[in-house]
């Protein structure tokens, strides 16, 4: 992807460095988005706190014992019956694989 941004640039005459590793290297400090989402991320795993709708859910299921929102279509909400393991096979974890 870089590449073919720095041969758009070259087609146009435009002076770029030698490589795209370098052009990547260089653009990394500019990159808040990306940096700033990593050190969100660490941040909320470290305190374990949850924001917005997981956070509603959570408490709902927490405090109300309701996994599924009274709001919810429950067409969408149904369990599928095929997906229970048979009557006489062992609940194991590698019987999921």
Known sequence: LIQAELNILLAEGQDVPTSAYDVFLQTIPS???PIFMLVFSFVLLLS???????????RRAQF????????ANQDETLLDSSLEPAKDVPRR????I
């Open 31 to 33: 990159r808040f988005y």
């Open 93 to 96: 974890w590698w019987n999921a």
């Open 48 to 58: 374990m706190r949850e924001f917005g709708p997981m956070l509603h859910a959570e």
């Open 64 to 71: 109300e014992r309701k996994v599924v929102s009274d709001s």
